[in-house]
């Protein structure tokens, strides 16, 4: 799902090796939540290498809850109900602690902790958790002041007070992630880190991209990325060739193929099962979009049905795969955050330019989990329902968008000029990625599948304002069957 990355840039606060310091153990909390009795950052234990514990929390539906958080600030937080499903932390333990355990219960949160605009669930963390002096924390960026919250708008249901609206919100519910989706990846995500480091003892696997920014779907394959470190950047073929000989042998694994794409993969499934599993080496841009995107994905409510809504159209649609010439569903994602930011009352702000410190580049990937936790709650004044987002959506990209002359730059939360550089010169679709500032859209190289885009765009649009039903360019049910099924 992301684009190619160089080896991690910037200076390593383990440059003097590959490790963390002997008998402390760093983790990332994926949600930014600690266990009960953790007082520090670091905690001594004996251990080399840091596996990957995860561990689930429930995960109730985020819809129709009428229940309306209190503040003390005089504002209305986003619902509890709807932060993330999941809890990933990547810690140092010791090799048998492989398996998922079973979930720790976590106590409600303080009266007076407020819930981050990311959406990431500050219960029992929110304390003041020291860092090593070395490895200092983000400091928080002013932020402009947060306007206050229409009432009734704590849940997604308050978006959906029409017949369009109420069927995203079903098709959203029927076909998000499950978190028993996310433990099935995790649990092969935890079998392959250990049989790899037999390999390479100092490699580190994480899940990336939509199974963990929050935006995948029950039938969303795995991105994976392998992490070696080291004063010799590897080469990505070679690494790649060799998992796949150790594959062959491991009794959970089948149909490997090595795909020598400008990111190398390596395509595996789980055996026995329909979940795939895309491996690619050192490509630490995707941990470093995965937590901006999941940053975006809970800042409101409407993000995530409005993106799985729309990448199902686009698959419907046959415009919503980069390996025959459409759009990826990266670049998908990047253009519903661009829409989003540029409305006359914008529902997202820019992330990167409002706490750049919380999202520097050069971060060390260690600390990307870390970044987040620093962002104060963001709401909209905007509160359109789902369905005129779609729509505005649709028309934006069919009449308003200037193809030829924009680039779309979420980095910047606006079009930008494109410019007569190689990256952009000649180029159908221009879309920035929020780090490299390549063009995560050069897979549309083909006047005839651009223009087929378009049309979808405009036609789509069309047929949408007039029916207001979105049956009508979209199988609803035969979606949320097929997805039914994977349960």
């Known amino acids: 799902m992301y684009p190619r990355s160089a080896a991690p840039r910037g200076r390593s606060a383990y440059s003097n090796g590959l490790y963390p310091p002997p008998h402390m153990y760093q983790y990332y909390d994926y949600n930014h939540q600690s266990l009960p009795g953790d007082k520090s950052f670091y905690v001594p234990e004996e251990a080399r290498l840091p596996t990957y514990e995860w561990k689930p929390t429930p995960s109730p539906s985020p819809v129709h809850h009428p229940r309306t958080p209190t503040m003390t600030n005089g504002r209305k937080r986003q619902n509890d109900e709807y932060r993330p499903p999941v809890v990933k932390r990547q810690r140092l333990d010791s090799p048998s602690h492989s398996s998922i355990g079973p979930p720790l219960i976590q106590p409600p949160p303080p009266p007076h902790v407020v819930q981050a605009a990311a959406g990431f ?70 079998q392959l880190q250990n049989d790899i480091q037999r390999v390479y003892a100092v490699a580190r696997l994480y899940l990336t991209g939509s199974s963990m920014n929050g935006l995948g779907c029950r039938s969303s394959d795995a991105d994976l990325c392998l992490v070696i470190k080291g004063n010799k950047r590897p080469d990505p073929i070679h690494v790649l060739s060799a998992l796949q000989r150790l594959f062959r042998s491991l009794s959970y694994v089948e149909r ?31 941990i470093r979009n995965t937590f901006l995107l999941r940053s975006y994905a ?49 529902v997202l702000p820019s992330l990167q330019k409002d706490y750049p410190e919380c999202f520097n580049p050069f971060m ?36 308003d968008f200037s193809w030829d002359k924009q680039m779309i730059s979420v980095r910047e939360a606006k079009a930008l000029p494109k410019n007569n550089s190689h990256e952009w010169r000649n180029k159908y679709i221009c879309v920035e990625e929020p780090f490299e500032r390549n063009n995560v859209a050069r897979a549309v190289h083909e006047k005839i599948k651009f223009d087929a885009i378009k049309a979808q765009f405009a036609e789509s649009w069309r047929i949408l304002r007039q029916r207001k039903d979105l049956n009508s360019i979209l199988p609803v049910r035969a979606i949320i069957n097929k997805e039914s099924s994977r349960r």
């Open 121 to 190: 669930s500050r219960s029992n963390l929110d304390r003041s958790y020291p860092s090593p002096p070395s490895r200092p924390s983000p400091r928080p960026h002013p932020h402009p002041q947060v306007p206050i919250v229409p009432e009734g708008s704590n849940t997604v249901q308050a978006y959906a007070n029409d017949k369009l609206s109420d069927q995203m919100v079903e098709l959203f519910e029927a076909c998000q992630q499950q978190s028993s989706d996310l433990a099935r990846k995790e649990k092969c995500r935890t």
């Open 256 to 286: 490997t193929q090595l795909i020598r794409a400008k990111v190398p993969i390596l395509r595996f499934r789980e055996k026995g099962s329909d979940l795939e599993f895309d491996l690619n080496i050192n490509n630490t841009v995707g």
């Open 298 to 346: 809970y800042a409101d409510l409407r993000i995530r049905p409005m993106i799985l809504v729309i990448k199902k159209w686009a698959r419907h649609n046959q415009i919503n795969d980069a390996s025959k010439g459409t759009l990826s569903s990266y670049t998908l994602v990047l253009m519903v955050l661009h829409y989003l930011q540029t409305l006359k009352e914008p």
């Open 364 to 399: 060390d990937i260690d600390m990307v989990p870390e970044g987040p936790k620093h962002i104060p709650p963001y709401i909209s004044k905007n509160q359109s329902s789902l369905g005129e987002l779609l729509l505005g959506f649709l028309k934006y990209y069919a009449t």
